[in-house]
């Protein structure tokens, strides 16, 4: 039987995978330069994908939103 500690590392390594995977995959040469968000998949304006961005205007305003809302003061 699983204790605590067991389950907490568990959880922890499924997460860090998880976490890993995704910086990868954003990393990835695929999608530099493309022409779809890698959040949902919309297209990007020309103008961000110049400037190198990665993300819709949508996606961006809610990624800020929500660094926003849990920064630190």
Known sequence: MPDDVDLA???LHSELSRAINRI????SP?????KT?????EDIPEAR???GLNFCVGCAESKERRRSLF???
């Not at 968000?37 to 998949?41: A, D, L, S, T, W």
């Open 71 to 73: 920064a630190e003061d």
């Open 24 to 27: 990868r995959k954003n990393n």
């Open 37 to 41: 968000c890698i959040e949902c998949g």
């Open 9 to 11: 590392n568990d959880q």
């Open 49 to 51: 994908r110049e400037l």
């Open 30 to 34: 695929i999608n530099k330069g493309s």
